[in-house]
């Protein structure tokens, strides 16, 4: 064997070797990933659910010791892991969620505030699924992610995850509603990874012929949630009467005509984050009657 043939040989070796010593690095920090996601998820959801709005200022604490911990350090393994994932995230964002969805607007803020300091230290991509999973793309709850998205519009994720269910299944309703929806009009939750992405794509009718089926067999107040997060997407970042309308019509014809009265409802109430302002207890989304569109 040459010397050309004897040094390539050693660097075969070398490279065998690095890559299994990567991989046995990767298996720890998938199982460290693993326990150490739930111990913080834990910890976060019993602050959350004591005193939401003490339990708010830990958000972001916990996210990073969760993260520093997992990785232990090891800046190499955080990059080929390409950070947290989904299985530790998405449930980190979806104990905030459930809080989330029961607390005033005046809790709402302080909540929604930590969590924007997370994605925040992320490129954007990375938050909205353009590169990876992404964060938003798991994010079950209907206010929290579009309060996200309201404020900062990079993080919206798109409904890929129910027009792929629509595409996988042909389009055909009966499978379609097998595998999205409980006996109580639910999301089946092991079969998707964001109810309110997932929902909203199935509400779309221009995505599919069946939006009105698939409404009528979806539980009444998570079907109201929905309706409030899908109008605020559009049309919480205006008080100007043609905007509002404009967004009030767009919404009117890509939804079932038995949403419309909600959607009014949604644009009369405004309770939604205001974008661009402080994220304090007064930023309180309003407008007066006289900008509501008739």
């Known amino acids: 064997m040459s010397s050309d043939d004897k040094q390539k040989e050693r660097q075969k070796e070398h490279d065998c070797l690095f890559v299994t010593d990567m991989m ?23 602050e959350l659910r004591k ?3 003490k339990g708010a200022e830990a958000i972001d604490i916990l996210f990073h010791e969760m993260e520093n911990e997992t990785f232990q350090g090891n800046a ?3 990059i080929l892991a390409g950070g947290l994932p989904e299985f530790v995230s998405w449930p980190f964002y ?61 993080y919206w994720p798109g409904l890929y995850e129910g027009r792929e269910i629509i595409k996988k299944n042909n389009a055909d309703y009966k499978p379609v509603v097998e595998q999205v929806l409980d006996t109580y009009g639910l999301i089946q939750q092991d079969n998707v990874r964001s109810d309110f992405l997932v929902t909203y794509a199935l509400l779309r009718n221009d ?14 107040k998570y079907l109201d949630r929905v309706i409030n997060a899908m109008t605020g997407i559009r049309v919480a970042n205006t008080t100007k009467k043609d905007e509002i309308q404009e967004g009030r019509s767009r919404l009117f014809e890509l939804l079932p005509k038995a949403t419309h009265p909600k959607i009014d409802e949604s644009i009369a109430k405004r309770d939604w984050v205001v974008p661009g302002k402080k994220l304090d207890e007064t930023s309180i989304n309003s407008v007066t009657k006289s900008e509501l569109p008739t």
């Open 207 to 220: 995505f599919w012929g069946h939006s009105e089926k698939f409404m009528e067999l979806v539980e009444p």
């Open 76 to 78: 190499q393994a955080r």
């Open 94 to 154: 979806n104990a905030i969620g459930v809080v989330y969805e029961h607390v005033d607007r005046k809790q709402k803020n302080p909540i929604l505030r930590r969590v924007l300091n997370i994605f925040d230290h992320m490129n954007y991509a990375e938050v909205n699924g353009g590169r990876g999973v992404g964060h938003t793309t798991g994010i079950r709850s209907s206010e929290l992610l579009s309060d996200v998205c309201i404020f900062e519009p990079l």
């Open 24 to 46: 046995e690095k990767l298996d720890k920090v998938i199982k460290r990933e693993d326990d150490v996601g739930k111990f913080y998820t834990e910890i976060l959801s019993r």
């Open 51 to 53: 005193d939401p709005t």
